[in-house]
């Protein structure tokens, strides 16, 4: 099963300033019909998951645009540019270019 | 609008089975799949398997070949998942989601316990 590894863990942060969360795959998430299906949610408390940016860097329809994903292969990044409080919670990278699909740990974002 | 509306909290016994619900709405219930996650209290979120709607095709993660049945009522457009043998292990929000990870339903929690 491929394996995502999630850096951060926790993440403090004050509003307005800019984080990034990594996502490490254990092989590439590249799918023999070249998209590549990695994509970001996030959970806040006491909700259902949402979806952020869907294959890779695609934003979500109602999703601020401080919110943008990069990367490629086995090595992806969400970028929050300017936390606001209703940023927090927690954010999960999810793959779907192979089965069985995988989340990673999560990254928990905290007022500091 | 895209609604996923999922059936009620349940607390079951050891051993026994559940069988719970999501009512999909707003959009050609055959044009996706259903997947399903569990997330156990405080925990993150895991895949269970998904149903492609339109045939009944299904894929599970190893770990709930033998835990998990996955089925689909297109008369209703509805999705099902059953749990059988249940155990403390299984005490967890279960999560419809579909549109390529676009939409959920609000979870049902099930709780196993004597």
């Known amino acids: 099963d491929v394996v995502l590894t999630q850096t951060p863990p926790t993440l403090s942060a004050t509003i307005g300033q800019s984080v990034s969360i990594s996502c490490r795959s254990s092989q590439s998430l590249l799918h023999s019909n070249g998209n590549t299906y990695l994509h970001w949610l996030l959970q806040r408390p006491g909700q259902s998951p949402q979806l952020l940016i869907y294959s890779v860097s695609r934003l979500e329809s109602g999703v601020p645009n401080r919110f943008s994903g990069s990367g490629s292969g086995t090595d992806f990044t969400l970028k929050i540019s300017g936390v606001e409080a209703e940023d927090l919670g927690v954010y999960y990278c999810?793959?779907?270019?192979?089965?069985?699909?995988?989340f990673g740990a999560g990254t928990k974002l905290e007022l500091k | 609008e895209v609604l996923l509306q999922q059936s009620g909290a349940e607390l079951v016994r050891p051993g026994s089975s559940v069988k719970i619900s999501c009512k999909a709405s707003?959009?050609?219930?055959?044009?996706?799949?259903m997947h399903w996650v569990k997330q156990r209290p405080e925990q993150g979120l895991v895949w269970i398997g998904r149903?492609?709607?339109?045939?009944?095709?299904?894929v599970y993660a190893e770990k709930f070949k033998s835990k998990a049945t996955l089925t689909a009522d297109k008369s209703s457009n509805t999705a099902y998942m059953q749990l059988s043998s249940l155990t403390s292990e299984d005490t967890a929000t279960y999560f419809c989601?579909?549109?390529?990870?676009?939409?959920w339903g609000q979870g049902v929690m099930v709780t196993v316990s004597s």
């Open positions: 989601t579909t549109w390529g990870w676009g939409y």
């Open positions: 999810v793959q779907g270019t192979h089965a069985p699909y995988t």
């Open positions: 149903i492609n709607p339109a045939n009944g095709n299904t």
């Open positions: 707003g959009y050609t219930f055959t044009d996706y799949y």
